[in-house]
């Protein structure tokens, strides 16, 4: 068998074609097979060359859309900004991205799974938190933020709203999950970390209102 010459762009291919089905036909609904038929040629082997299965394709999509539309790269030069009005514009750009939202949406039933999980935790103390926990910072300079645990806090808050708040991780009803909502804004008020203000609580009720609860 010929040796890939452009492994990248078989990645691609592969990102490409598998993102189009997940939102077409649904994460749950899709196989490896959906995916290698829209592959353009190129085989089953060609796949598990580069992906495991694809929960590890869902994986490298949700990264994908994030750096490749990085929020807080976006927002952090804004010098009209405030650090907590960073945060505030990145999570909504985020939000208003809508493949990136529906991607997010499909993950939620995988944390079930412990690989992804460990994966998941280990992705966003790494990433999310890293990321998360400058801009706090500078919110703590400026006055925006009254906290001066700046690690601490980003990491508490990246495990609420990351783990806390998936149903598959803690099991609840629609209305139980808002009430969570509710609760992480009133203590994270608490903290001196105002960040879910009522724009960003509406993307989170209507991402709760697409997942497939009671």
């Keep these: 068998m010929p040796r890939n010459k452009y492994p990248e762009e078989t990645i691609q291919k592969i990102l490409d074609a598998s993102m189009k089905l997940f939102l077409e036909k649904g994460y749950e609904q899709t196989t490896v097979l959906d995916i290698v038929d829209n592959l353009g040629g190129l085989t089953r082997g060609a796949f598990y060359h580069h992906f495991k299965s694809k929960e590890e394709v869902l994986d490298a999509l949700g990264e994908k859309l994030f750096f490749d539309n990085n929020p807080f790269e976006k927002v952090k030069n804004e010098k009209e900004l405030s650090g907590l009005q960073k945060i505030q514009s990145a999570i909504k750009l985020q939000n208003n991205n809508s493949d990136w939202a529906n991607i997010n949406i499909a993950s939620m039933s995988l944390m079930k799974n412990p690989r992804f999980l460990v994966e998941q935790i280990e992705n966003n103390q790494k990433i999310s938190s890293t990321i998360l926990q400058t801009f706090i910072e500078e919110g703590i300079k400026d006055g925006s933020i009254k906290n001066n645990n700046a690690k601490l806090l980003s990491e508490f808050a990246i495990l609420l709203t990351n783990f ?51």
């Design 164 to 214: 806390w708040l998936i149903p598959s991780i803690y099991p609840c009803t629609k209305q139980e999950l808002i009430d969570k909502v509710v609760f992480i804004k009133e203590l994270l008020d608490h903290l001196g970390f105002p960040i879910i203000d009522e724009e960003i609580k509406g993307f989170i009720t209507n991402m709760v209102d697409k997942l497939d609860l009671e």
